[in-house]
């Protein structure tokens, strides 16, 4: 069944097409065809993302370089929706009703559901009658108990704006955690794991059983870990000082926590771990200011995460394994190996460090399947 993974960014659709013919989530299927496009409403080719659906449809159904002759091959279409409350538990099919729901929860999303938002019209417009799935980041933290998902506010603005933590990347957390289990021949059901999606965004869960137990990113994605340019954890009322001391808008202190901070604020160098680990390797010996800020940046990147580990390792009484995936996370053994080395004596004897490449598309791909086929079923 040929499903078409949609992704979409405020300025960029990023897309798969693959052939899902069964459940088996041992199989790491290849997409048919894979891409991005860009500089959605910047550039004059690509006015909105209803354009970027248009020439994703056209390059797939091209008579030279595409892989299907047409539209209609497409029996499922599965969409990244970053944000989906307290309701959406699971991965679903979208609806009316579905969309408006998505739709509310763009207040508390406001840079993420609206382009996702406008990716499910596209789609309903030019892939008209094909079922659409809407697979949700936060679905997967959605079994968090109260005490990990409270903050210490008054109760009643969760009764009222739905204050809480809600996670995210939980289709990263979700399927690493599943490949660790497969990779350890043992039953998901049996593993206490932590997972620890380090990219741009960075963000850790605990994974007892196969359940979210608890996990680093919030109400937003800017709690938790360190990130690229994220402050991650502080104490709130940093921002109410800086915001007195400041006077700047709160416009302004949002950019600041969100862009200007974490590897890139306290480096002053790069958001990039390639950019402060050259930076680092090539003065390892000078006191130079930048190369000083970038070891910086890089030692408060890993204690941040080995506290995590230990909090989450006493949350689930217990570890059998951290698991390691996203751009920083796969392709920088050294952090793994430092992180390892200097936990040795925290975790048991048994825990076992791996890195394991994520793929949110292709659990997208599947959970898209199951909802179409279980739609097939009803009707
Ligand atoms: P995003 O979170 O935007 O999907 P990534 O998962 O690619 O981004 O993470 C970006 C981070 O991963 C950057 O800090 C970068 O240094 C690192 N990274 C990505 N690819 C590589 C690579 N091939 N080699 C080394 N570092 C990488």
Same mark, same amino acid.
């Given at each position: 069944m040929l499903i078409l993974v949609i992704n979409c960014g405020s300025s960029s659709v990023k897309y798969q097409l693959f052939d899902i013919t069964g459940q088996d989530y041992n199989r790491s299927l290849a997409p048919l065809a894979k891409g991005l496009i860009e500089r959605i409403g910047r550039a004059s080719s690509c006015r909105d993302h209803y354009a970027a659906i248009n020439i994703i449809v056209e390059k797939l159904i091209d008579r030279r370089h595409g892989v299907i002759s047409s539209k209609s091959e497409i029996k499922g279409i599965g969409h990244r929706v970053v944000h989906g409350g307290e309701e959406f538990k699971h991965s679903t099919l979208i609806t009316k009703k579905v969309i408006d729901s998505i739709e509310k929860y763009s207040e508390i999303a406001p840079l993420h559901n609206p382009p996702s938002l406008s990716?499910?019209?596209?789609?309903?417009?030019?892939?008209?009658?094909?079922?659409?799935?809407? *697979?949700?980041d936060t679905s997967f933290h959605q079994t968090m108990k109260p005490e990990a998902f409270l903050y210490g506010l008054s109760f009643k603005y969760y009764k009222k704006y739905g204050i809480r933590k809600y996670g995210f990347h939980g289709t990263s957390h979700r399927y690493v955690a599943e490949k660790t289990a497969r990779k350890l021949g043992r039953s998901l059901n049996s593993l206490k794991i932590i997972t620890c999606h380090l990219g741009n965004?960075?963000?850790m869960a605990a994974v007892d059983r196969g359940i979210? *137990?608890?996990?680093? /990113?919030?109400?937003?994605?800017?709690?938790?870990?360190? /990130?690229?340019t994220r402050s991650g954890d502080m104490d709130p009322a940093v921002i109410l000082y800086?915001?007195?001391k400041e006077r700047m808008s709160l416009e302004r202190m949002g950019d600041i926590l969100n862009k200007e901070s974490g590897l890139l604020g306290i480096s002053g160098v790069s958001n990039d771990m390639r950019d402060l680990v050259k930076t680092v390797g090539r003065r390892p010996k000078t006191r130079d200011r930048k190369s000083a800020r970038a070891r910086l940046a890089i030692e408060m990147f890993v204690y941040r995460i080995k506290k995590y580990i230990g909090a989450y390792q006493a949350a689930m009484a217990g570890l059998d394994a951290v698991v390691f995936t996203g751009g920083i996370g796969e392709n920088h053994p050294w952090l793994v190996r430092r992180i390892e080395n200097d936990l040795k004596n925290v975790v048991a004897r048994r825990t076992k460090f791996l890195v394991i490449p994520t793929n949110e598309e292709l659990l997208i791909a599947k959970d898209t399947y199951n909802v179409v086929r279980r739609n097939d079923a009803k009707s």
């Open positions: 990716g499910i019209r596209g789609c309903a417009k030019i892939l008209k009658g094909i079922p659409q799935a809407a *697979v949700f965004g960075c963000s979210s *137990v608890d996990t680093s /990113m919030g109400f937003t994605p800017l709690e938790g870990l360190l /990130m690229g800086l915001l007195k």
